[in-house]
Nanobody, 124 residues
Framework: QVQLVESGGGLVQAGGSLRLSCAAS????????MGWFRQAPGKEREFVAA????????YYADSVKGRFTISRDNAKNTVDLQMNSLKAEDTAVYYC?????????????????WGKGTQVTVSS
């Protein structure tokens, strides 16, 4: 069992930065691929970024590649998402996710645990 709690969301102007954090409980955290998804109003939840259980491999959606960076600390049971050069279209609720599947092509149906989400709003 893994419980996930996100923090760090908020309101930022376009071009600014935010850092999201996800704190996980459970002794098996290091066994899971971790990822971030987001969901804008009226849209489906979409993949943003994922990181392998060792933290050595990452994968990003094309829309955030070069702007967002995912990282994890298995000693602290945390996974972060550094978001730079934010755009209005990045506005969404961001969800932390844990999966026993691959970091490459992480999909909603393979997620085993979800956080409750944190709101990110980017003003243009």
């Amino acid at each position: 069992q893994v419980q996930l709690v996100e923090s760090g969301g908020g309101l930022v102007q376009a071009g600014g930065s935010l850092r999201l954090s996800c704190a996980a409980s459970g002794r098996t955290f290091s066994r899971y691929t971790m990822g971030w998804f987001r969901q804008a109003p009226g849209k489906e939840r979409e993949f943003v970024a994922a990181i392998s259980w060792r933290g050595t491999s990452t994968y990003y959606a094309d829309s955030v590649k070069g702007r967002f960076t995912i990282s994890r600390d298995n000693a602290k049971n945390t996974v972060d998402l550094q978001m730079n050069s934010l755009k209005a279209e990045d506005t969404a609720v961001y969800y932390c996710a844990a999966s026993q599947g691959s970091y490459y092509g992480m999909v909603v149906k393979e997620v085993d645990y979800w956080g409750k989400g944190t709101q990110v709003t980017v003003s243009s």
